[in-house]
């Protein structure tokens, strides 16, 4: 599965180059209802190989955010309410591709990879295909 890249300065300057591994899970705690996300970029071309202006990208940024989630928190979908139609399972799990609003969450950068901290709570959907986004 290919995740999209980033094309536009102010899209770089939230996401780190696939390349760059994750911190080794043992590195970050991730407490209570947390959920540790690794943001990616907009894809910079349209299903038809249309390139997408900086400025349309930066209006995508601002209306969703994706990420894959590196870490659940011990307590992260544990109340009653955030099991899915009564089943016991999470919303998402480590590895899903999540769908996340523009402003939640703390950004911030370990070991030269830009993560979000995000409430379980702040997850919205999961995104199946994520190099299907914008395509």
Do not use: H
């Not at 094309?7 to 696939?18: D, L, V």
């Not at 480590?94 to 703390?106: K, S």
């Amino acid at each position: 599965m290919q995740t999209p890249t980033a094309k536009s300065a102010t899209n770089m300057m939230w996401f780190t180059e696939e390349n760059v591994p994750d911190p080794a899970p043992d590195e970050i705690s991730c407490e209570g209802w947390k959920i540790l996300v690794r943001p990616i970029p907009n894809a910079p071309k349209s299903k038809g190989g249309i390139i997408i202006p900086d400025s349309t990208l930066d209006v995508i940024d601002l209306i969703r955010s994706v990420g894959r989630v590196v870490k659940l928190g011990p307590l992260a979908y544990s109340r009653q309410d955030m099991l899915v139609e009564g089943q016991k399972r999470p919303w998402c799990k480590v590895g899903d591709y999540i769908l996340y609003g523009r402003y939640n969450g703390a950004k911030f950068s370990y070991g030269g990879v830009k993560l979000l901290w995000l409430n379980d709570d702040d997850c919205l959907g999961v995104i199946k295909d994520p190099a299907k986004i914008n395509a």
